[in-house]
């Protein structure tokens, strides 16, 4: 374990949260990002010359955590593994009626111009950083957006930045439920772990923020900044 992913294990989320935020750079943000839990890294990104010259040359990922569970199920969950694969009807191109940030977040992508293979749905770190070096190879250079909880990005940073050379448009997730802290975000590194090396979904209810899904929206349409 490197000695970044060895602090990244022993302290607390709190102040793992503020590293983070300090590493993508918030201080250097614009506030409406930053207000709608969206960063760009590095915070020095020509956004605009990304969206209006380079779109075809950028990837999306998203967790599977972010699927629904609880108040309503996503309909291609497996009978073991539940959520945790890469499935996503909307993605695949069919219709799905159940309330959904990832299928929200897929559809304005498929709007955009975004074709299935530029979309990847996190089962894993393992499954996904191989697709990263993958597109690299391919001629991608940015992720818009890359979504994930805080210690899914501070471990995805330096692999996606400094090893591959991917820059982009980071998306924080939220509490599914803000009252149900136990199966929302993860709050240790062991937390995120075990969520991530497991073959079986843990339960974790998290979400995209509707708020996040609108801003990446208006990014593609050129409206913003």
């Known amino acids: 374990m490197k000695l970044r ?14 590293l983070v935020e300090r590493r993508v750079g918030f201080n250097k943000q614009d506030k409406v990002l930053i207000k709608n839990q969206v960063a760009l890294y590095p915070p020095s990104l020509d956004l605009k010359k990304v969206v209006t010259t380079e779109l075809d040359r950028a990837v999306a990922f998203m967790p599977y955590c972010a699927k629904p569970t609880g108040d309503f199920e996503c309909p291609v969950s497996d009978p073991i593994y539940v959520r945790k694969n890469q499935k996503c009807i909307r993605l695949s191109g069919g219709r799905c009626d159940v309330p959904c940030g990832v299928g929200k977040m897929v559809d304005v992508l498929k709007r955009h111009g975004f074709t299935n293979d530029r979309i990847f749905i996190i089962d894993s770190d393992s499954n996904l950083f191989p697709w990263l070096k993958k597109k690299r190879e391919e001629g991608y250079k ?18 996606c930045g400094k090893n591959l050379g991917f820059e982009g448009c980071i998306v924080f997730l939220d509490d599914y439920d803000p009252e149900d802290k136990k199966h929302g975000l993860c709050r240790s590194m062991s937390d995120h772990l075990n969520e991530d090396k497991t073959l079986t979904d843990k339960g974790k209810r998290t979400k995209i923020n509707d708020k996040s899904i609108q801003l990446i929206e208006k990014i593609l349409d050129g409206e913003y900044p």
């Open 5 to 18: 992913e060895l602090l990244h294990a022993i302290i607390p989320y709190s102040l793992n949260k503020a």
């Open 142 to 159: 940015y992720y818009l957006p890359g979504v994930g909880c805080y210690y899914g990005v501070g471990c995805s940073l330096e692999y």
